[in-house]
T-cell receptor, first 115, second 112 residues
Framework: DGGITQSPKYLFRKEGQNVTLSCEQNLNHDAMYWYRQDPGQGLRLIYYSQIVNDFQKGDIAEGYSVSREKKESFPLTVTSAQKNPTAFYLC??????????????FGPGTRLTVL | GEDVEQSLFLSVREGDSSVINCTYTDSSSTYLYWYKQEPGAGLQLLTYIFSNMDMKQDQRLTVLLNKKDKHLSLRIADTQTGDSAIYFCAEGGTGGYQKVTFGTGTKLQVIP
């Protein structure tokens, strides 16, 4: 079955540590996205990538980094520079990020808690 | 920038119709979407409407678009307890990168 997987489902981090969230898709989609979800604030875009080896900052990129070495994979690193990282992180993909119906397919999410 | 607003909460009785409303600011939006999120899960696309349409119906779901007022609504007929979830409105703008802006989400509670 095609889809998007995220791991781990729950992640605990001590202050000052970097952590990496995994996102893998087998939908053969070109574009991938990372969102952060906080209660009452909806989804906010962290980073997106339209093609392998290219990615762009979203609305709240500070304290985060990404890579896109393979079409299937778009890992997100939450660095110690992110002051309030506790949130629910969602990865998504779409066929392309250009003009057209940009229906996005979402993974199940990773809940990150800073201890 | 683009902004999408929704009320945070809606409560309905099982069997009634639910209407979830959304307003957006980007008049150049070409696609408008409704996503559903169940507790602890990702988002799932329910339906979308192209900006040159006024209405779209899909089984129990009816989407109405008032482009002049930049208002979008989702009507769920015969609401069931399984419809309890958070519903997100989203709009897709034009341009080289088809960014999608999501609303804050409306939590629908269905009372048996």
């Amino acid at each position: 079955d095609g889809g998007i997987t995220q791991s781990p489902k729950y992640l605990f981090r001590k202050e000052g540590q970097n952590v990496t969230l995994s996102c893998e898709q087998n939908l053969n989609h070109d574009a991938m996205y990372w969102y952060r979800q906080d209660p009452g604030q909806g989804l906010r875009l962290i980073y997106y990538s339209q093609i392998v080896n290219d990615f762009q900052k979203g609305d709240i990129a500070e304290g985060y980094s990404v890579s896109r070495e393979k079409k299937e994979s778009f890992p997100l690193t939450v660095t110690s520079a992110q002051k309030n990282p506790t949130a629910f992180y969602l990865c998504a993909s779409s066929i392309f990020g250009l003009a057209g119906n940009n229906e996005q397919f979402f993974g199940p999410g990773t809940r990150l808690t800073v201890l | 920038g683009e902004d999408v607003e929704q009320s945070l909460f809606l409560s309905v009785r099982e069997g009634d119709s639910s209407v979830i409303n959304c307003t957006y600011t980007d008049s150049s939006s070409t696609y408008l979407y409704w996503y559903k999120q169940e507790p602890g899960a990702g988002l799932q696309l329910l339906t979308y409407i192209f900006s040159n349409m006024d209405m779209k119906q899909d089984q129990r779901l009816t989407v109405l678009l008032n482009k002049k007022d930049k208002h979008l609504s989702l009507r769920i007929a015969d609401t069931q307890t399984g419809d309890s979830a958070i519903y997100f409105c989203a709009e897709g703008g034009t341009g080289g990168y088809q960014k999608v802006t999501f609303g804050t989400g409306t939590k629908l509670q269905v009372i048996p």
